[in-house]
Every structure is written in C-alpha cells, then in structure tokens.
C-alpha cells in the first residue's frame, strides 16, 4: 500500500468521532442532494406516463398547449383534415378532463378523466388486474387504479358512483397508474367522457396520429401543420420534453428541488471542509515534519487529498444504499424518486468535487507551514 | 581525510519583526566536514537552533551564504529549499517528531517515499537502516510501544535512510537519560566517522564531549570559540 495512503488512511481513522461525524454530514448532503435531484428525475418521468403508454406517432393538440393535463380543445373537423394526408392512417381522438366523483354515500372526490376511442386503441388502461378491457366498452363502464379505492370509496369490479349525475360502474381495475397530482385517473369511452366532463360532442384534446408503415414522418408533419391552422403537431419525445418542461419549470418545482439540491452540496462543502481543517490543523506538526525531512508540497497535497477522497468514497457508499432503499419505498407511490445510472455516476462525481473542494481550506493551511516549528515543538 | 561538505559563511538571522526583532545570528562562518562528528554548544537562547534551521536548509538567511554539497541556497524558493533537504539532509530532533500511526519501518520508509522511492528495496533499506540503529527487531512496532531512546533511533534511522551527505541534530538526547543518550551519540558517532557523513549536534549536555571531533561554541548569535578534538584519533 502506498504510504501516503496509508497515512491519510491513518489520519482518518486516528479520530474516529471526528471521522463519523464527517462521514454522518457527507452521507446527510448526498442522501438529500440524491431525493431532490431523484424527486426531479421521478417526477419528469410521472408527469409523461399518459404520453408514454399512448401510441402515438404524432400528437395534434391546439396551438399553445402546454402539457398533457391541459384542457384546451380541438374541433373534430381537424380530424378529416389530418386523415386526408398522405401517410396519416389512423387519428384517433383523446379526450381528457377534470370532473367530480360522487360516491354513494354522497361525499365527492375530483377525479381526472382520459377518454379514448377503444375500438382504435389510442390511450388505453394498462396494468389490468381485474376485468378485461373490452368491457370498457359496455355501457357505463370505467377503469380505476386499485390503489385510488379509498380514495374513491370503493371496494373493487362492480362498484358504482356518479359523475356529472351520471352513473359510472367500475369494470376494470389496474395496478400502478398513478398520478402526480394525486386526482385519481378514470379511463373510459370517449364519447361517455365528453358526456361526464362537458365537452362538446364535435371536440376533442388530442388527435393521436398513426402513420402508414414506410412514410416520412417529417414530410406528414409539414403537410399536417399546412392543411391545418391553430395546431401543433409534435412527436411523443417533444410533447414528453413540453409537459416536463412546463411542470418542472413553470410551476417552480424544478427550481425548488435544484435549490434543495444546492442546499445539500452547500452543508455538505462546509462540514467536510471544516472537519479536513480541523483535522490538519491537529496534525500540522507531522506535516511540518513532512516538510522538514524534504517533501514536496505535492506530496502532503496527496495525503490531504486521499483523505478527502477517502471521506468521499465511504459517504458515498453509505449515501447510495440509502438511496436505494428511498427508491424501493418510493416505488409505489404517486411521486417515485428514481435513481438513473448517470444520476449515479453524477452523484459520485459531485461528492468527490465537494470533498476535494472542501480539502482546499486544508491545502492553503499546509501551503503556509513553516518547516522550522519542528525544532520549538 | 576530511572534507567540507555544508559551508555557512558570515550568515545573519534577523527574526521576528517590528520591536520584537531579534538578531539571532550575527555573522556565523562554519564549515562542516564528512566523516566528523562536530557539537555545537552554547547558552539558551544563542541561536544554536536558528543556526541549525538555517544550515538544514529551513530558514533562509537574512546575510551571508549557505552552501550545500556545492548549491547556494541564495534565491532558493521553499521547493528548492525541500530538494535540497530531501537529497543532502538528514534531520533528528529533540522531540522525535515520528508519526504515530505508522510502524518503526514505515517511519523510516516515509523518508525514502518522499523522495519518490517506492519499490520493494524501499522497504528493504528501510529494515537495514533499523538493523544500523540495532533495532532489527522493531520494524512492526509503533512509536507509542517504544521507549524514547528506541523513537530516536528510529528517528536516526529515518535521518540516514535516504542516503544523506549530512545529518544535523537538535538536541537530541535532551529527552533520553544518560543511558540511551550514550547509545545515541555512539550511533550518530559511527554515522559520522564509519560511513564519511558530516554530522552536526547542538547540546548542551557536557557528557557528550567525549563523541565530538570538533566543539564549536555559540553565544549571542556569534561563535566565540571553536576546539578540535582528538575523538576520531581514538
Ligand atoms: N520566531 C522567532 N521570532 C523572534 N525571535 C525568535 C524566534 N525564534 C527564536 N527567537 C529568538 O532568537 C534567539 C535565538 O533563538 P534560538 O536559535 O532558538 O536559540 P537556542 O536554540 O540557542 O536556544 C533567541 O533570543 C530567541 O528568543
Ligand atoms: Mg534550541
């Protein structure tokens, strides 16, 4: 084993109170920077499911939409228009909107509703549990996630309430369609989901468009956009990109979880920081000794530096289990915090910058060391 | 045969600033040679280790030239100063200054390490710098399991591992009873007189004498008197 690293293994170690307590304040700052910046990449992941499970190629959607939950309506007449274009095979209508739940007992719940036409198949409930899908084109019928019967007041297949005063009865149950918002999602035909949200029977949200095998989407796309006006058409990848956009920057959430983020890597600098200095500062003499008997400043910049990196690589480790176990209970919940591979490698990047950032206070102490205190000491 | 090997010529040392100036040295010429064991003695406070800093390359002096195995330290910056300390100089203290999280051998590797000198003979000339001081069978213990006079030979060790052409020691068995002090001076003897090095003490501890070839007396930052002894003869 290298000496310098052994002595920086040492120096660490010598202390062990001091040591714990550097470690607790790394772990602290990794483990926050980890939820919010996990919240981030969860949350921009939940806030697409819908645009996700759609099959689309292109979506049609009024001109200034600004994400998936937005009402603003298209009339059906674009439909033809987009259907007359060379290569579009399929438009199919997707309807959405905000409506009260009644509950038998009389209490009311908002719910989020998402029609489509199931015969096309557009924007269908996936993860069924119970029921089978086809039923959802029985009169009535619905589909709800199972873990929204509370929420709902009810009890599974079969159950009814009221939307708008009309009658609903859950035909289909599925697992794990959530919402970051935490309305309950209620899927059903489209033409039932004008009906219970007020749309009008020659309107509609989005057009999900299907193109012909072998056709130009780029070309379709320019045809769409010239035969129809007041539209935008978009690709699920930059209709993902608006709706997170807009949730996690218009709304502030991004900017409240990045700040959080900052939070983290400030408390973590200045403990890490604080404790390398303290600890050097309690063996300066053995630096100076290091210096007396002729090395170069690189060398004792090495021993602080592998101290820093020791401290980063056990915070580090201990910060990514919990972590792991965060996204494990997380998992199943409206708002997951998800942990990618580069937020990984990016999280162990960010702790050896801070770590060796906060060496720096340690670096400049050493840098000012005068060899001869070995003589008085 | 003697040869000068570290030159000091009419060095000053001003320390300390404002009214608190003090002139620690006041124009020292000394010339140390390989192969002798030369004590610099004096009252407290004459500037023996202000002297000692500034022939070990530590200090720089405020007037007059230092010269190490032919390189002045005129100009020199705190990395050359370090280079010169790492090639030429091997240091002892009062105080032992070993690292107490490291064994006795990797004490003395420590010396060879900074020096860039990592390979397995590292270790292998570390066990025989221990084997010089006759502690072969301390390689694995720590400072703290050794006695005093067992540290400053492990401190010795570490002085002489690297090879140096001169080896300058600070009151090095004002911390060790007369016993272990004695076994001190009989190692740093054979360093100077067995294998050619210049070796320089400050003490004031008279029971020493007896090792010296050369005594140079220091008071008020100027040496007042310098005897050659026939120590070497015996
Ligand atoms: N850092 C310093 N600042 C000011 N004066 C100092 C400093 N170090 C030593 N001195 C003074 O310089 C003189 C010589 O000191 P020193 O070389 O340590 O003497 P010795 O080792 O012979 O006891 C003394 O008068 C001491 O008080
Ligand atoms: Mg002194």
């Known amino acids: 084993m290298p000496l310098v690293f052994t002595l920086a293994f040492r120096n660490l170690f010598h202390d062990r109170l001091r040591f714990i307590a550097t470690v607790i304040g790394i772990v602290f700052s990794i483990v926050l920077v980890t939820v919010q910046m996990g919240l981030y990449l969860g949350f921009g992941r939940t806030v697409t499911t819908m645009i996700d499970h759609a099959s689309a190629d292109l979506w049609i959607m009024p001109q200034g939409t600004k994400c998936f939950e937005d009402p603003s309506l298209l009339d059906m007449r674009e439909r033809y228009r987009a259907l007359a274009v060379n290569g579009v095979a399929e438009a199919i209508p997707v309807v959405i909107g905000f409506a009260d739940w009644r509950m038998p007992s009389g209490a009311t719940t908002p719910v989020f509703v998402i029609g489509s036409d199931l015969r096309a198949g557009g924007l269908q409930p996936w993860n069924v549990v119970e029921g089978q899908i086809e039923a959802l084109s029985t009169p009535r019928a619905v589909a709800v996630d199972r873990s929204y019967f509370d929420r709902l007041g009810i009890s599974g297949i079969g159950a009814t309430a009221e939307i708008r005063q009309q009658l609903v009865r859950v035909a289909v149950v599925t697992n794990g369609i959530r919402s970051f918002t935490t309305t309950p999602f209620v899927f059903m035909d489209i033409d039932r989901a004008r009906a219970h949200t007020g749309v009008p029977s020659g309107k509609a949200t989005f057009l999900l468009v299907r193109l012909s095998p072998n056709t130009d989407k780029a070309a379709v796309r320019r045809q769409l956009l010239s035969n129809i006006s007041d539209v935008e058409v978009l690709t699920p990848a930059e209709f993902r990109e608006r709706s997170r956009t807009f949730w996690l920057f218009s709304t502030g959430a991004g900017a409240a979880l990045f700040a959080g983020a900052l939070l983290g890597v400030i408390v973590g600098t200045v403990i890490v920081a604080q404790t390398l200095y303290s600890s050097t500062k309690e063996h300066l003499t053995e630096f100076a000794t290091l210096r007396a008997i002729g090395s170069s400043r690189r060398y004792i910049y090495a021993v602080i530096v592998c101290q820093a990196l020791l401290n980063a690589i056990i915070g580090f480790s201990i910060a990514a289990i919990i972590g792991e176990t965060i996204v494990q209970l997380t998992a199943a919940t409206a708002l997951p915090i998800v942990i990618t591979q580069g937020l990984m490698i990016g999280l162990f990047l960010l702790t050896v910058v801070m770590c060796i950032g906060s060496a720096m206070a340690a670096i400049v102490q050493v840098t000012r060391i005068d060899p001869a205190i070995v003589f008085s000491r | 045969m003697t040869y000068p090997l570290l030159e000091a010529v009419k060095v000053a040392k001003d320390l300390g600033s404002g009214a608190a100036k003090v002139a620690a040295l006041k124009g020292v010429s000394l010339t140390l040679n390989g192969g002798e064991l030369t004590l610099l003695m004096g009252p407290s406070g004459s500037g023996k280790t202000t002297l000692l800093s500034i022939l070990g390359c530590m200090l720089t002096p405020t007037a007059g030239t230092v010269r190490v195995c032919g390189h002045s330290t005129t100009g020199a910056d705190p990395e050359d100063l370090a280079l010169l300390r790492r090639e030429h100089i091997g240091f002892v203290f009062q105080s032992f200054h070993l690292f107490p999280t490291l064994s006795a051998a990797d004490n003395v590797r420590l010396a060879l390490d900074v020096r860039g000198e990592r390979s397995g003979s590292a270790k292998a000339k570390s066990r025989e710098a221990l084997a010089r001081v006759g502690l072969p069978h ?97």
Do not use: Y
């Not at chain 2, 360093?191 to 050369?214: C, K, M, N, Y």
């Open chain 2, 138 to 234: 301390k390689i694995k213990a720590f400072p703290g399991e050794l006695s005093g006079g067992e540290q400053q030979r492990v401190a010795i060790a570490r002085a002489i591992v690297g090879n140096p052409s001169i080896v300058l020691a600070d009151e090095p068995t004002a911390a060790l009873d007369g016993e272990n002090g004695q076994a001190v001076m009989k190692i740093l003897a054979g360093i100077a007189r067995e294998q050619g090095r210049a070796v320089l003490i400050v003490t004031h501890d008279p029971r020493l004498l007896p090792f010296a070839d050369r005594v140079v007396h220091i008071e008020d930052g100027r040496i007042v008197r310098e005897e050659c002894r026939g120590a070497k003869l015996q």
